[in-house]
């Protein structure tokens, strides 16, 4: 068993740091009755919140229910076990059933089509105890924030983080160095997940476990995209730029709106304006990209947009914070959901060469069909993000899945040819080579290329 699990803490006492949403959630359950508000526990995760909510159910001889995303909180599931009675002792001899939600801030499109509004109604008429979890409390419906009550979690520090590591050190027999355990608990940055598997991946096989052991086992230090977009507006070096960008799991059209999003941070709209026409030149090496299946030219789109958005922004730095494209926030989900189906629709309609309303009135559930039984295919096929694989095979966890998984695939695809690759390239990649802007000539490798798939 890994340690993260073997480790994981059983009760309250148990739980290192944030004794403040401890004992909050002690007090609710100690009182709880139906007319408590449900509980939404958040912060980033790795900092105990999944564990604080099992070691309060375990302290209070609570059952605990998690449905979790990809069990797909459909209404009727929800209801039947949130509207079940208290009354009736399960064969454990619990006498309530904690529910659990995970993810609570990416709740569209479940509980059936009613989405965050059917849970919102369900949790409110509950009759047992629930508590919510999310990474992103601003990410909360208005209506799903009005109904519960917050329970904040904060990054541990590290200092609390060293002590639990000499706990399991000394539980697992091993002498360790204090100078890696300090090591450990500051470069987890404040993420005791993350720091219990870095002191698993460093100590396997010794006895005694010392700062030199731990450069092979590093937590996961890849770049986030907010340390992307802030170092573009900061002006880092070309080279980290680049770096990180392969480094983040986003693809560059992703990128591209993050940096687009903070755009207003630069300083005057001279500025902003040669911002712009990076992105937009970038966005023609994007779509050039999907139309030749050729990912080599991602990293053309990577460099102009970050170096350009850098150049422009002249180290002037974000002042605020980093947020989603704002436009992603904008969309609410109804919005969101009819754009979302008129840009599907106007891109199957442009790959297979059947009028919009045609594909709309006749062959959108055919097609959803097909999808269904191989999404990862046209995913690729279609260049659908998860919002339109989500619309079409109704299923947001397996969509935002599968899309990312195809993202990694395409990204390591990426990475290899790169590697591979020559300057004095030959074949498709002298095409490719050809001056930007120059699309033409590549009628063959432009077909849609859903097209000879699907009919
Ligand atoms: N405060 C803590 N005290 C003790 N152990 C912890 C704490 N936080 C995390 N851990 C360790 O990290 C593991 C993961 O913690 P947990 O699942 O509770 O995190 P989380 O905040 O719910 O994260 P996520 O948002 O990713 O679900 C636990 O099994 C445990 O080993």
Redesign the pocket.
């Known amino acids: 068993m890994d340690?993260?699990?073997?480790?994981?803490?059983q009760r309250l006492q148990?739980?290192?740091?944030?004794s403040g949403a401890v004992r909050q959630m002690y007090e609710w359950a100690r009182d709880w009755s139906r007319q408590k508000k449900p509980l939404v526990?958040y912060?980033?995760?790795?900092?105990?919140?999944?564990?604080?909510?099992?070691a309060l159910a375990n302290d209070m001889n609570w059952e605990v229910v998690e449905l979790n995303a990809s069990d797909q909180r459909t209404k009727s599931a929800l209801e039947r076990v949130a509207g079940a009675g208290s009354t009736t002792a399960s064969l454990s001899g619990a006498t309530r059933k904690l529910i659990l939600l995970?993810e609570a801030d990416n709740l569209h499109g479940q509980a059936d089509r009613g989405g965050a509004k059917a849970i919102v109604e369900i949790i409110a008429a509950a009759r047992q105890p629930i508590i919510l979890?999310?990474?992103d409390y601003y990410a909360l419906s208005r209506d799903l924030k009005a109904a519960t009550e917050p329970v904040q979690?904060r990054a541990?520090q590290a200092r609390?983080i060293v002590p639990?590591l000499r706990q399991i050190c000394a539980a697992e027999r091993m002498a360790c160095d204090p100078v890696a355990l300090d090591e450990i608990a500051n470069r987890a940055g404040g993420?005791?997940?993350?720091?219990?598997?870095m002191l698993y991946a460093a100590a396997i096989g010794k006895e005694h476990l010392t700062a030199e052991d731990l450069h092979t086992s590093a937590k996961d230090e890849r770049s986030t995209i907010f340390e992307l977009v802030g170092g573009a507006y900061k002006g880092l070096r070309d080279a980290d730029l680049l770096r990180m960008a392969v480094q983040v799991e986003d693809t560059p059209d992703a990128v591209e709106q993050w940096l687009e999003g903070s755009i207003d941070h630069m300083p005057d709209s001279a500025s902003r304006a040669k911002g712009y026409a990076c992105l937009s030149r970038a966005d023609e090496f994007i779509g050039r990209t999907y139309r030749r299946q050729y990912y080599t030219l991602w990293r053309y789109a990577s460099a102009i947009m970050l170096i350009g958005v850098a150049d422009a922004a002249g180290a002037h730095g974000v002042h605020g914070r980093i947020l989603p494209p704002a436009r992603w926030q904008k969309m609410g989900t109804s919005k969101k959901q009819k754009a979302v189906r008129g840009g599907l629709a106007r891109k199957l309609s442009g790959m297979t060469h059947i009028p919009e309303d045609a594909l709309r009135e006749d062959f959108f559930t055919a097609i959803s069909i097909i999808v269904e039984q191989d999404p990862a295919t046209y995913v690729r096929e279609f260049q659908l993000d998860a919002d339109e694989l989500a619309l079409l095979i109704h299923d947001r966890a397996m969509a935002t899945k599968v899309v990312k998984d195809v993202a990694k695939e395409e990204k390591a695809k990426e990475k290899k040819i790169s590697g591979k690759e020559k300057p004095s390239g030959k074949g498709r990649k002298t095409r490719d080579n050809d001056p930007p802007g120059d699309d033409s000539g590549d009628v063959q490798q432009d077909l849609p290329p859903g097209q000879a798939t699907l009919f």
């Open positions: 340690w993260v699990e073997k480790y994981r803490p148990d739980v290192v740091g944030n526990l912060g980033k995760p790795g900092i105990g919140k999944t564990s604080s909510a099992h995970d979890i999310a990474n979690f541990l609390s639990r993420d005791m997940r993350a720091a219990v598997n």
